[in-house]
C-alpha cells in the first residue's frame, strides 16, 4: 500500500469518527431537551391543578389566609419562571408551599371527605409521580450525555464541537431534611 492511500484510510477514519461523536452528542443533547419538555408538561400540568386546589380548600379553611395566599404566590411564579434553573426552584417552592396546604387538609374532616378535594389530591399526586419520573429520566439522559463527552477521546473533541457537561436536577436543601413524623 502507498503512503499516501494509507493517510487517505486513516484521515476518513477520523471524518467517520468525528461525525459519529458529533451525530452521538446532537442526539444526546436532543433527549435531555425532550426530557426537560416531559417535566416542564407535568409541571404546568401542576400548575393547572393548583387554582381548583385553592377554591376547595378556601370553603373550608377560611381563616387559613396564610397558606392560600403561600401556594397562590408559588402558584404565579411557577408560571412566571423562564428557563430551566429559574423553573426548577419554583417547582421546589410550589412543592413546600403545596406539602403545607395538604397538610392543613388534616385539620379539617369535611375537606379530607370532599369528592372534589379527594380527586383534586389524587390527580396531584399523580402529577407529582410523574414529575419525579420526568425529573428521573432527564437526569439519566443527562448521565449519558456527560459520560460521552467525558470519555476517552470525545474528551478532547467536545468542547471544539460546541458540547459542554449538563448539570443534574438535584433536590434542594429543603427537600433533604428529615422529615419529621408525629402521630400525636
Same mark, same amino acid.
Given at each position: *500500500?502507498?503512503?499516501? !492511500?494509507?493517510?487517505?484510510?486513516?484521515?476518513? =477514519? /477520523?471524518?467517520?469518527?468525528?461525525?459519529? !461523536?458529533?451525530?452521538? /452528542?446532537? @442526539?444526546?443533547?436532543? %433527549?435531555?431537551?425532550?426530557?426537560?419538555?416531559?417535566?416542564?408538561?407535568?409541571?404546568?400540568?401542576?400548575?393547572? /391543578?393548583?387554582?381548583? /386546589?385553592?377554591?376547595?380548600?378556601? +370553603?373550608?379553611?377560611?381563616?387559613?389566609?396564610?397558606?392560600?395566599?403561600?401556594?397562590?404566590? &408559588?402558584?404565579? &411564579? *411557577?408560571?412566571?419562571?423562564?428557563?430551566?434553573?429559574?423553573? &426548577? %426552584?419554583? @417547582? $421546589?417552592? !410550589? @412543592? +413546600?408551599?403545596?406539602?403545607?396546604?395538604?397538610?392543613?387538609?388534616?385539620?379539617?374532616?369535611?375537606?379530607?371527605?370532599?369528592?372534589?378535594?379527594? %380527586?383534586?389530591?389524587?390527580?396531584?399526586?399523580?402529577?407529582? $409521580?410523574?414529575?419525579?419520573?420526568?425529573? %428521573?429520566?432527564?437526569?439519566? @439522559?443527562?448521565?449519558?450525555?456527560?459520560?460521552?463527552?467525558?470519555?476517552?477521546?470525545?474528551? =478532547?473533541?467536545?468542547?471544539?464541537?460546541?458540547?459542554?457537561?449538563?448539570?443534574?436536577? +438535584?433536590?434542594?436543601?429543603?427537600?433533604?431534611?428529615?422529615?419529621?413524623?408525629?402521630?400525636?
Amino acid at each position: *500500500m502507498s503512503p499516501l !492511500l494509507v493517510i487517505g484510510a486513516i484521515l476518513l =477514519l /477520523l471524518i467517520i469518527y468525528v461525525w459519529s !461523536l458529533y451525530n452521538g /452528542l446532537v @442526539s444526546l443533547k436532543a %433527549q435531555i431537551e425532550e426530557a426537560w419538555s416531559q417535566i416542564d408538561v407535568q409541571l404546568k400540568r401542576r400548575a393547572d /391543578l393548583i387554582p381548583n /386546589l385553592i377554591e376547595t380548600v378556601k +370553603g373550608y379553611a377560611k381563616h387559613e389566609k396564610g397558606i392560600l395566599t403561600a401556594v397562590t404566590q &408559588a402558584h404565579k &411564579a *411557577m408560571l412566571a419562571a423562564r428557563g430551566m434553573d429559574s423553573k &426548577a %426552584q419554583a @417547582s $421546589d417552592v !410550589l @412543592s +413546600g408551599a403545596l406539602g403545607k396546604l395538604l397538610a392543613l387538609a388534616e385539620n379539617y374532616p369535611q375537606l379530607k371527605a370532599n369528592e372534589n378535594f379527594v %380527586q383534586l389530591q389524587k390527580e396531584l399526586s399523580d402529577t407529582e $409521580d410523574k414529575v419525579a419520573y420526568a425529573r %428521573q429520566y432527564y437526569n439519566n @439522559s443527562v448521565m449519558e450525555f456527560n459520560v460521552k463527552i467525558r470519555t476517552f477521546p470525545n474528551t =478532547l473533541l467536545n468542547e471544539r464541537l460546541g458540547f459542554h457537561e449538563k448539570e443534574f436536577f +438535584g433536590a434542594t436543601e429543603e427537600e433533604r431534611k428529615n422529615v419529621k413524623v408525629d402521630f400525636s
